[in-house]
């Protein structure tokens, strides 16, 4: 059974202003930098393999899809959860037990035996 609670409230995202002595054009979360950095590091990869010439308006094609991924991938889908979390709860849901008993799910053993020496 899942409570609503509000903790989200007091959970404040981080903001990246500036990096050193560089001013960013916005205030940036750190999660869209990981983000990035996480889909930016493959795509430039798979575009090496490909053999992907960089002499091009390189930013075109290494930029801006890692860029769209990440707005898409940090935007509320359902429920007010992000595509991230939204998958994080359905895994741990499809994990739980199916069935419980008394705050016990029904695969645990019904007696649990203990042993102790005491010298």
């Given at each position: 059974m899942d409570l609503p609670?509000?903790?989200?409230i007091w959970r404040i995202e981080k903001r990246l202003y500036k990096l050193y002595d560089l001013r960013l054009p916005m205030p940036l979360p750190i999660v869209w930098i990981g983000?990035?950095?996480?889909?930016?590091?493959p795509w430039s990869l798979l575009l090496w393999v490909i053999g992907v010439p960089v002499a091009m308006p390189w930013h075109?094609?290494?930029?801006?899809?890692?860029?769209?991924?990440?707005?898409?991938?940090t935007r509320p889908v359902i429920?007010?959860?992000r595509l991230t979390e939204l998958l994080e709860s359905q895994l741990r849901y499809l994990?739980?037990?199916k069935a419980w008993y008394r705050?016990?799910?029904l695969s645990e053993p019904d007696t649990v035996t203990f042993s102790a020496r005491v010298w």
């Amino acid at each position: 059974m899942d409570l609503p609670t509000y903790t989200n409230i007091w959970r404040i995202e981080k903001r990246l202003y500036k990096l050193y002595d560089l001013r960013l054009p916005m205030p940036l979360p750190i999660v869209w930098i990981g983000v990035f950095v996480g889909v930016f590091v493959p795509w430039s990869l798979l575009l090496w393999v490909i053999g992907v010439p960089v002499a091009m308006p390189w930013h075109v094609l290494f930029l801006v899809p890692p860029g769209i991924v990440t707005w898409l991938s940090t935007r509320p889908v359902i429920e007010g959860k992000r595509l991230t979390e939204l998958l994080e709860s359905q895994l741990r849901y499809l994990g739980e037990p199916k069935a419980w008993y008394r705050l016990a799910s029904l695969s645990e053993p019904d007696t649990v035996t203990f042993s102790a020496r005491v010298w």
